[in-house]
């Protein structure tokens, strides 16, 4: 007869897998975009609004993700004014700081490009169906709730571990193809990471974003 510990570790290793994939066997909400065109190394997609809610942390570039984490999801998860729960959606985006504070007012310019200083905004994409005069008001001022408006964005994907070494690669790829396809980024570029941490490397979908500006005008 198998001990009770034994029963325990067989139920774990069934479930083991389902972690590993993580999120990839969830449906997650996503922001809405219309795909306008696909090169061969990135698409172009026009994103439509959307709001997130975002908080600035400093360290390391593969370290910050676990402190605004915590942050970010101690919101969604209730610790807001009305106490309530919102679904996760996907995905969690990583920015230069540029600069910007995160006090509650208009953000000030006034300090060195945030990446150079170890300054990075994380944001959680908010479920459609909210507004910014709905969304639960943050309990911690670290985090801002904001309105991204509508905006033409150059999307490389790519799997595997979420380490600097692999977004930069990744980075310089897409930065290398928007100027060969004559694109112009308008922006600093986004690191989105779709997926959990239990996911397997090779299942994970990471993508490098850019808003770049309008196309001119074929005749």
Known sequence: MPTPFQRLLARLLILLPLFLIGSNAMALEEPQYRLVATYPEFELRRYAPYLVAETEVRGDFEQVGNQAFRILADYIFGNNRARERMAMTAPVNQRPAAGETMAMTAPVAQEPRGEAAGRYVLSFVMPSGYTLQTLPEPVDPRVRLRALPARLMAARRYTGRWTEENYR??????????????????????????????????LRRNEVLVEVAEPPQRD
């Open 169 to 202: 690669d990744n980075e310089t790829a897409l930065l290398k193809a928007l100027d060969a396809a004559g694109l112009s980024a308008v922006a600093a570029p986004v690191y989105a990471r779709y997926n959990s941490p239990f996911s397997l490397p090779f």
